[in-house]
């Protein structure tokens, strides 16, 4: 765990490289927020616009104070020491400086647990679409962007879709080619998932690209099992 003046130094640095890299690459940003299901909004946008267009999105919950600026990085691990910080920073330090300019789209949903953290990510980001899943308390009247969708909740997947398929049109992808896209189209991973293994057994598997799922909930997973 990182000690509040280091972070607060850390915040500074990430926020310098990730503006930094915001200005010479100039993405497409696509800011998820809201209350609602800005996972699967968030999956769903991703494989539209991936079918043609290079595209990354941030993994796991966005509510870690470093996913998003680390996401415009292009750093698919979360350091958990000084050390790997410190590798983490140099390697991009130097990515900035050496790679030549590109341009991709960057699906961001944004967590809505601290207002504080909220608008750090807001003013990294400046993004350039707004897609609004349920209430968004956070979201200070200041903070817009030059398009906007919302999406129409459903029991099933249908609403997602209808946003997905609305921002690809918004760029240039057809509704038939992202409808196609959305063919293999599935929910994101569970944090926790129940595996039959060989012999008999099983495997939970809590497997993450950022953060572990909480203890307390693979507690009560592992506890249901002999």
Partial sequence: MLRKPLR????????G???????????????????GKTGIAREAIYTVLKSRFPVRRNLETPDAEFVLPLTVLGTGEYPTSVLSWLRILLRSAGQLLLLPKHKNF???EIGSTRKETFDYFWKITRPQALVLCGPAPYLSPGQTAPKTFKVQETEDLSGYRKVALKVGESWGISRREGEKALENFTLPRARIRILPARGGGVVVDAT??????????????????P
């Fill in 8 to 15: 607060r130094g850390l915040r500074l640095i990430l926020f």
């Fill in 17 to 35: 490289l990730a503006r930094g890299a915001l200005r010479k690459h100039q993405p497409t940003v696509i800011a998820i927020v809201g209350e």
């Fill in 106 to 108: 960057l699906v961001l």
């Fill in 208 to 225: 993450h690209q950022y953060f572990p799922p909480q203890e307390e909930a693979l507690d009560e997973v592992l506890e249901a099992f």
